[in-house]
């Protein structure tokens, strides 16, 4: 497909090879930052509570962004995954930090587990730039 390009995260999370996927599309306007979570390119998950890991996660994203020229104020949706929806408030309250006057579309479920037990939450993003 013409105009799409992938990249590996920076730093790579230890799935990225091992499952084939990429942590960042961009095609066209669209910028789409997949499955993010605290674990850096050693396996360590950095955080220990929820909002901890939340905050890790969401920097791990604006970092990701930055790298095709997109920013925050073009997060036009995003989607959180949490192993414990009674510390939703943890989660948003990171979301809120992040995103706050820029208000993009959010859903936050429930997850059973991530793919790994230390993992507290997953997020991915959906941007669009001119």
Same mark, same amino acid.
């Given at each position: 497909?013409?105009?799409?390009?992938? $990249?590996?995260?920076?730093?790579?999370?230890? $799935?990225? @090879? #091992? *499952?084939? $996927?990429?942590?960042? &599309?961009? #095609?066209?306007? +669209?910028?789409?930052?997949?499955? =993010?979570?605290?674990?850096?390119? *050693?396996?360590? /998950?950095?955080?220990?509570?929820? *909002?901890?890991?939340?905050? /890790?996660?969401?920097?791990?994203?604006?970092?990701?962004?930055?790298?095709?020229?997109?920013? /925050?104020?073009?997060? &036009?949706?995003?989607?959180?995954? &949490? =192993? @414990?929806?009674?510390?939703?408030?943890? #989660?948003?309250?990171? +979301?809120?930090? %992040? $995103?706050?006057?820029?208000?993009?579309?959010?859903?936050?479920?429930? /997850?059973?587990?991530?793919? @790994?037990?230390?993992?507290?939450?997953? %997020?991915?993003?959906? #941007?669009?730039?001119?």
């Amino acid at each position: 497909m013409s105009g799409v390009e992938r $990249f590996g995260g920076e730093p790579p999370s230890p $799935f990225e @090879d #091992a *499952y084939g $996927f990429s942590r960042l &599309v961009s #095609a066209g306007g +669209w910028v789409i930052v997949g499955g =993010t979570t605290s674990v850096d390119e *050693y396996g360590v /998950v950095h955080g220990d509570t929820l *909002y901890e890991q939340t905050r /890790v996660v969401l920097e791990k994203i604006v970092r990701e962004l930055s790298r095709v020229g997109a920013g /925050v104020d073009e997060v &036009v949706q995003g989607r959180i995954y &949490v =192993t @414990d929806i009674t510390r939703a408030e943890d #989660a948003g309250r990171a +979301w809120s930090e %992040v $995103f706050g006057e820029v208000r993009p579309l959010m859903t936050m479920v429930e /997850v059973p587990r991530l793919i @790994d037990p230390r993992m507290l939450v997953e %997020v991915e993003v959906v #941007a669009y730039r001119e």
